[in-house]
Nanobody
Framework: QVQLVESGGGLVPAGGSLDLSCAAS????????WAWYRQAPGQQRELVAQ???????DYQDSVKGRFTISRDDVMNIAYLHMNDLKPEDAGLYYC???????????????WGQGTQVTVSS
């Protein structure tokens, strides 16, 4: 019963900053890749950032230099630090993770339920 829960969403002015967190709970053997996605109304869900176990980071071009993804492998938490937010950054932010549960062979991708980020101009 692995579960991912996002937190930290809210309303911020353009140019502001916001920190999102995603905590994985349950019996977890290993977390491989963490990723953050976002979805604006009427748009497809898009990958914002991801980070591998080897600390390799990948960002959507539109957020490079402004967002930073990080991970805590002791607490099984991923973070997304967002700077210089723009109205186009608004949307539902979802975290996902490729996880091997403690009592399961192989891994699967888990998803959180999303946290809302609103950017006012």
């Amino acid at each position: 019963q692995v579960q991912l829960v996002e937190s930290g969403g809210g309303l911020v002015p353009a140019g502001g900053s916001l920190d999102l967190s995603c905590a994985a709970s349950g019996s977890i053997l290993r977390v491989y890749t963490w990723a953050w996605y976002r979805q604006a109304p009427g748009q497809q869900r898009e990958l914002v950032a991801q980070i591998t176990r080897g600390q390799i980071r990948d960002y959507q071009d539109s957020v490079k230099g402004r967002f930073t993804i990080s991970r805590d492998d002791v607490m099984n938490i991923a973070y997304l630090h967002m700077n210089d937010l723009k109205p186009e950054d608004a949307g539902l932010y979802y975290c996902s993770a490729e996880i091997t549960p403690a009592d399961q062979e192989g891994s699967r991708t888990y998803w959180g339920q999303g946290t809302q980020v609103t950017v006012s101009s």
